[in-house]
Each structure stands twice: as C-alpha cells, then as structure tokens.
C-alpha cells in the first residue's frame, strides 16, 4: 500500500485497539499507522527479506513466511480483523488464502487493483494490456498472477460462504460507492464468515 489516502482510507475499517494480521504487510508502513493511531496490535507477515527488515526497524513484529503455504501456525479466530491489502492478485490459491482469512480473523479486508476501472478498459479496447499507477507494470514483467474486478470478487465472496459487510472503491484517494467497477481504480471489501 503505497498511497498515504489510501492507507488511511483504510486503517478506518479496523476498529481501535483490534488485534491485526496483515498479509503481505509490505515495510509496514499500515501496522505502524494502526499501532500508532488506532492502538492496534498485531502481527505482519512478509516474505521479502528487505520488507522483514523494514518492519523490524519500524518496531513492527513481523513474521517471515510464505503466505502460499498457508496460515495454519494460527488459531481459529486468533485476530480480530486480517488484512490482505494488494496481495490476493500475487497469490496462486486465492480462495484457499481467503477462507484462511476468514477462519483466523473475525473480519477480512481486502483490497486490489480493479482491472475493470475504465482506463483499463479503454487500453484493452485499444488492444493493449493496462499500465496505470495500480497496475504498474507490462504484462511480461508483472508480479501479478491473475487481475480481478470488483464485481468478480463479489461471487468469489459468495462462493466461498462469506459475507461482504462493506465494499467501495478507492481512487486518487477517495472512496467510491456509485458505480466503484467503473470508476475506481482499487476495490476494498469488508468480509467475515457466514
């Protein structure tokens, strides 16, 4: 998560002094911001050896793993709200990755990049695979394993028995909830178990 707005937009659906899980949780920069202004607690977790070392240095625990292998060093309901921010388009098992969320948190955030939002739309019109400032990079050299829309989330949350309790779409720091697959260039979504 690289957009100060961004962040804040976010570290507002996680409650004051909540216990946080963050997947993927970059240098953490957003567990910081939790702890610092929410009185959060938590943990990250980061398989970037240089990430790991950014979040020591920021005094925020980190733990190093591999989130492919899954979260089974955790219990049931161990956190209070699992944040999986511009991680689940790098993931090869989604799904499992989300019913995990959903199994050690009471709540899940996610965000990701909106392969739908409509500048994409038009360069693929155009014939041309998107760059834009969410989605950085050519198709050759992306970290990306798959791209999603909002509106895709909305049945893979269906599917796999969760409950969306807000979403809305993020672009150039605002939120929106009129028509977010269109005009937002990030969707967010607030989920839990059904």
């Known amino acids: 998560m690289s957009d100060r707005k961004d962040m804040e937009l976010i570290a507002e659906l996680v409650p004051p002094g909540s216990r946080v899980l963050d997947l993927g949780c970059g240098n953490g920069e957003l567990l910081a911001h939790l702890r610092d202004h929410r009185q ?37 309901q161990s956190f209070d709200v699992v944040l999986q921010l511009d991680t689940l388009q790098h993931l090869r098992h989604t799904e499992r990755m989300l ?18 939002h409509w500048p994409n739309r038009l360069q693929i019109a155009a014939g041309r695979m998107p760059v834009t400032r969410v989605l950085p990079y050519q198709w050759y050299d992306t970290p990306n ?27 150039d720091g605002r939120t929106v909830r009129r028509f977010p697959n269109l005009r937002a260039s990030v969707a967010v979504f607030k989920f839990d178990r059904g």
Do not use: H
Request: glycine residues 10%; proline residues 1%; hydrophobic residues 40%.
């Open 40 to 76: 959060c607690s938590g943990y990250g977790i980061e398989i970037d050896d240089s990430n790991v070392l950014a979040c020591t240095q920021r005094g925020v625990d980190v733990i190093q793993l591999n989130l492919e292998d899954g979260l089974a060093i955790f219990d049931d």
């Open 99 to 116: 019913r995990e969320t959903a199994r050690v948190g009471r709540v899940g955030i996610v965000s990701f990049p909106n392969f739908a």
């Open 145 to 171: 394993i798959r791209v999603g829309t909002f509106a895709d989330f909305e049945v893979l949350a269906r599917k796999n028995g969760l409950n969306v309790r807000e979403s809305f779409g993020i672009q």
